[in-house]
């Protein structure tokens, strides 16, 4: 990790998993910019959050990890084009599992 954000869309990743997986709020806003907007399908209902609304979501009861949960995070697909990045993963939450697509913008040397 740089000052500014990670050397790798790899260590980008982990981290986003990783912060979702230990309910570590200050790893996910590292790997989010602050006005973004996370969205998608959660059973079946469409559901969008800023980032603030995620990391609370995700951090108010007991994490992954401290349950003893398995560690799962596949990375499916990356593409990359210049200072873009898309990158489609698959991971393990509380005994679900989700796709997800994540797009990227590399800044000033990181991600």
Do not use: N
Not at 5 to 16: H, K, N, Q, R, T
Not at 32 to 51: K, P
Not at 85 to 104: I, N
Request: charged share 20%; hydrophobic share 40%.
């Amino acid at each position: 990790m740089t000052a500014h954000g990670f050397e790798s869309i790899d260590g980008l990743v982990e981290a986003y998993y990783q912060g979702m997986y230990a309910a570590d709020g200050e790893l996910l806003r590292r790997a989010f910019d602050a006005s973004a907007r996370i969205c998608g399908f959660f059973a079946d209902r469409y559901v969008e959050a800023d980032l603030d609304q995620f990391i609370s979501r995700l951090t108010s009861g007991p994490s992954p990890q401290s349950l003893g949960q398995p560690y799962h995070l596949e990375v499916i697909t990356t593409l990359t084009d210049g200072s873009i990045a898309t990158v489609v993963v698959r991971d393990s939450l509380h005994g679900m599992t989700f796709v997800d697509h994540l797009s990227l913008i590399r800044g000033d040397k990181s991600w």
